[in-house]
């Protein structure tokens, strides 16, 4: 089973910052959180991770809380084309079995104009 | 251009027949893995694949086969025992240095009639 929990749906307005919950209260010391976005009918695509430090990259922002039982991602102009589910993973930062990603059902995220 | 890439992208086959879905991927990745999409889901987890000539059964591995004769490809088969077939197939792959991210091709939708 998953070990985060997100919101079903979320609604954004276009060039306002989209901000996706995710609450990990399980996470174990040796875990990332990831997060991944599916547009309808695509393979999901790798957004950004952290393990307990604030992250930026091009797509996006993630912050983490300090107890890590919780993260936000930041979309920060959301456009049209950011209309998609969003997936927050956590999965140790090793490879092997125990690296596999196990998906919830994220949150969709639709953008408005 | 590096990347993974499963073919074909939609498949029709009738009801009792086999049918194998192609992946493919040209980034030196030691892992590869095979999730089902049904609708408003979330992925689950089908076979997954570490080493060459190698793999794991996942949460959903009934009616399916694999094999992994080349790093490169990772062929799955949809035999006749699964009971449900029809959805959305997706294959990653990752590297397992720390915190690699996944990368996943655009799936296969395969319909049973």
């Known amino acids: 089973d998953a070990k985060t929990t997100q919101p079903t749906s979320m609604d954004c307005a276009e060039g306002r910052a989209a901000n996706l919950p995710c609450n990990h209260s399980t996470i174990s010391g040796n875990e990332y959180v990831y997060w991944y976005r599916q547009i309808h009918s695509q393979g999901p695509q790798y957004i950004i991770h952290g393990l307990k430090n604030n992250e930026t990259n091009e797509m996006a922002s993630l912050i983490i809380t300090e107890d890590r039982k919780s993260s936000t991602l930041i979309l920060p102009h959301a456009t049209l084309r950011d209309t998609a589910v969003y997936y927050c993973?956590?999965?140790?930062?090793?490879?092997?079995?125990?690296?596999?990603?196990?998906f919830g059902k994220g949150t969709k995220l639709s953008v408005k104009p | 251009d590096g990347g993974i890439t499963q073919s074909p992208k939609y498949l029709f086959r009738k009801e009792g027949q086999n049918v194998t879905l192609s992946c493919e991927q040209n980034l030196n990745h030691d892992a590869m893995y095979w999730y089902r999409q049904d609708p408003g889901q979330g992925l689950r987890l089908i076979y997954y694949s570490q080493i060459v000539n190698d793999f794991q059964k996942g949460d959903i591995a009934e009616g399916y086969s694999v094999s992994r004769e080349k790093k490169e490809s990772f062929p799955l088969t949809v035999t006749s025992a699964q009971k449900n077939p029809t959805a959305f197939y997706l294959c990653?792959?990752?590297?397992?240095?720390?915190?690699?991210?996944?990368?996943f091709g655009q799936g296969t939708r395969l319909t049973v009639v």
């Open positions: 993973i956590v999965r140790p930062h090793y490879g092997g079995s125990q690296g596999n990603l196990i």
């Open positions: 990653a792959s990752r590297g397992l240095t720390d915190s690699a991210e996944a990368f």
